[in-house]
T-cell receptor, first 111, second 116 residues
Framework: EDKVVQSPLSLVVHEGDTVTLNCSYE??????LLWYKQEKKAPTFLFML????IEKKSGRLSSILDKKELFSILNITATQTGDSAVYLC???????????FGPGTRLSVLP | DADVTQTPRNRITKTGKRIMLECSQT?????MYWYRQDPGLGLQLIYY???????NKGEISDGYSVSRQAQAKFSLSLESAIPNQTALYFC???????????????FGPGTRLLVL
C-alpha cells in the first residue's frame, strides 16, 4: 500500500528562522512528488520533483528529492508570518492512478 | 473566475439526509477527484474519475457515491449523512493522460460540511 509520512506534524518558529519539512514515502513505480501549501482554503501547488538531487527553488522556498532514500525536504529560509500554513506532500505513481497525500506539517511562524 | 468551483461552500445537514456536493471545472481536464480532509489526516481520496465513463473508488468510498455528468462536472453524494462525515471536502482536477505524462492537481475552494 502506498504511503506518505511527513514530519514534524506541527512546528512553531519565529520570523527569520529557517525550517526544514520532511516527507518520506513508499510507493510502487514512483513518478513524481509534489509539495502543496494550504492556508485557510484549498491547497496550492508549490513544487513537483521527479529526479534525485535536483533542487527546485522559488524565492525563499526550495525542495529536493532523494529517490534512493525515498524522501524529500522542503526548506523555507527567513520565514515570515505569511508562511504559516499546512504543507502537504503527495506522491504519484507511474501508472496511475492517484495522488497519495501525507498528513501535512502545520507550520506556525510567530512575529 | 476560478477554474475549479464547488457548491455549496458550507452546508449543515442532519443525520440521515441525502446531500449532494457539486464540482465544476473550466480547465478542460479529464481527471477529477473528490477528497475529504480531517484535522491531522491530510487528504483522503473518496472517488476519482479519469473520464466521463470511468469512475473509481478511492480509499474511503463507503457511504459516498459520485456522478460524472460531463467532462466538466463531478458530483459527490452522501446518501444518508452521518456525523462522522463532518469534514472539509475538496474537488480536484488534473490533466494527466496516463503513462509518463507529469501532472499536478488543481483544487477547488472546498465545501465545509457539518452533519448534526
Amino acid at each position: 500500500e502506498d504511503k506518505v509520512v511527513q514530519s514534524p506534524l506541527s512546528l512553531v518558529v519565529h520570523e527569520g528562522d529557517t525550517v526544514t519539512l520532511n516527507c518520506s514515502y513508499e510507493v510502487t513505480n514512483f513518478r513524481s512528488l509534489l509539495w502543496y501549501k494550504q492556508e485557510k482554503k484549498a491547497p496550492t501547488f508549490l513544487f513537483m520533483l521527479t529526479s534525485s538531487g535536483i533542487e527546485k527553488k522559488s524565492g525563499r522556498l526550495s525542495s529536493i528529492l532523494d529517490k534512493k532514500e525515498l524522501f524529500s525536504i522542503l526548506n523555507i529560509t527567513a520565514t515570515q508570518t505569511g508562511d504559516s500554513a499546512v504543507y502537504l506532500c503527495a506522491v504519484v505513481a507511474i501508472y496511475g492512478q492517484n495522488f497519495v497525500f501525507g498528513p501535512g506539517t502545520r507550520l506556525s511562524v510567530l512575529p | 473566475d476560478a477554474d475549479v468551483t464547488q457548491t455549496p461552500r458550507n452546508r449543515i445537514t442532519k443525520t440521515g439526509k441525502r446531500i449532494m456536493l457539486e464540482c465544476s471545472q473550466t480547465k478542460g481536464h479529464d481527471r477529477m477527484y473528490w477528497y475529504r480532509q480531517d484535522p491531522g489526516l491530510g487528504l483522503q481520496l473518496i472517488y476519482y474519475s479519469f473520464d466521463v465513463k470511468d469512475i473509481n473508488k478511492g480509499e474511503i468510498s463507503d457511504g459516498y457515491s459520485v456522478s460524472r455528468q460531463a467532462q466538466a462536472k463531478f458530483s459527490l453524494s452522501l446518501e444518508s449523512a452521518i456525523p462522522n462525515q463532518t469534514a472539509l471536502y475538496f474537488c480536484a482536477t488534473s490533466d494527466g493522460a496516463g503513462g509518463l505524462k507529469l501532472e499536478t492537481q488543481y483544487f477547488g475552494p472546498g465545501t465545509r460540511l457539518l452533519v448534526l
